[in-house]
């Protein structure tokens, strides 16, 4: 802006209209502070005890007077709070058809993983113009990923899942910070987002090429894919390793639950309510399986607390996820 970088570019969809708010917030309160002090020093001049001024008629009220300084102020406090409230709505939904990517924090870097098994430290590379969501969570204590660029921001909490998600719009390389303070190293828990055309992308995906962005520079992908096949291949091998498949079987001796074609479907609790199976439901049924039983099912499960990493945990969940990817294909078929 105005060749000085006051602020970050604008990569994402939202950046535009968050900056927009923004400006809008900044010149109201402008036009109010820049106002209200000459109108007070006006008026301390103006009818200072040694100033001739007309004070026979003081007025104790005036409802003309009243009326407009309720009502405009009014107009745009409500003006502010929808505006904000239907940026955070569009913010918060969930786009159609994100791309899904894990992130852990922990003291002090940032640890990710796509779909396909590639992990990652410190760096996230995504495809530009594609929705992404970020499922994330914390090893230890509360940290926050935060993308300038995409001015967008939210907190990685221990215990459970927060999401969030962007569209990039720019190729480049933006800053990745944590914006909580997490301990000694906070300050050096930072990294960079890379976003990519989506061909390089999807090569960066499957090998350790550097990847080209348009203006012909290369960016080292800096990773090495360490991966023994894709999440939901890994999430199968933990689920053969920790014996959930000696309960959670299709055939008929199943004492527990067959996931297949469960996740994003409703389910029925034995207390009689019923929830849309998520990865929060799905995290909370591994680690404390007697918080929510299933309706027709006792409460046998031993607990996976303190047994499993958190990765371990995601990856049971994307093997989970790709149970019902298969059956939605199959009934499409
Ligand atoms: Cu993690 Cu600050």
């Known amino acids: 802006m105005w060749g000085f970088p006051l602020f970050p570019e604008q990569a994402s969809t939202v950046a535009g209209q968050i900056d927009l708010l923004y400006f809008a917030l900044v010149g109201l309160s402008l036009i109010f502070a820049g106002i209200l002090p000459f109108v007070v020093l006006y008026l301390i001049v103006r009818y200072h005890r040694s100033m001739k001024a007309d004070r026979s008629n003081p007025i104790n009220s005036s409802l003309k007077l009243e009326l407009t300084w309720s009502i405009i102020p009014f107009i745009l406090s409500m003006g502010v709070f929808f505006w904000s409230t239907f940026l955070f709505f569009q913010i918060n939904a969930d786009p159609d058809d994100p791309l899904e990517i894990y992130v852990i924090g922990k003291q002090w870097m940032w640890h990710l993983q796509h779909p396909n098994g590639k992990r990652e430290n410190n760096e996230l590379h995504v495809p530009v113009g594609q929705p992404i969501k970020l499922i994330m969570t914390s090893q230890d204590v509360i940290h926050s990923f935060y993308i300038p660029a995409f001015r967008l921001k939210k907190d990685v909490v221990p215990g459970r899942y927060t999401t969030m998600w962007f569209e990039p719009t720019k190729t480049g390389e933006y800053h990745l910070f944590c914006a909580e303070y997490c301990g000694t190293e906070h300050s050096a828990m930072i990294g960079r987002v890379v976003v990519l055309p989506l061909p390089d992308y999807q090569r960066w995906l499957t090998t350790e090429e550097p990847a080209i962005l348009p203006d012909g520079s290369t960016i080292s992908t800096g990773v090495s894919s360490d991966s023994g096949g894709s999440m ?23 004492r527990a639950p067959v996931l297949n074609n469960i996740f994003g479907k409703p389910t029925s609790l034995a207390s009689g309510e019923t929830l849309t199976v998520d990865e929060e ?24 607390e303190g047994q499993l990493t958190e990765d371990q945990v995601l990856q049971l969940i994307a093997y989970i996820k790709s149970l019902s990817d298969v059956d939605a294909n199959e009934e499409n078929q």
């Open 232 to 254: 939901a291949e890994i999430g199968a091998q933990v689920f053969q390793q920790q014996g959930c498949v000696s309960c959670h079987r299709t055939d008929s001796a199943a």
């Open 281 to 304: 439901y799905l995290r909370e049924s591994i680690l404390r399986p007697q918080a929510k039983i299933t309706v027709g099912y006792g409460p046998i499960m031993p607990t996976f």
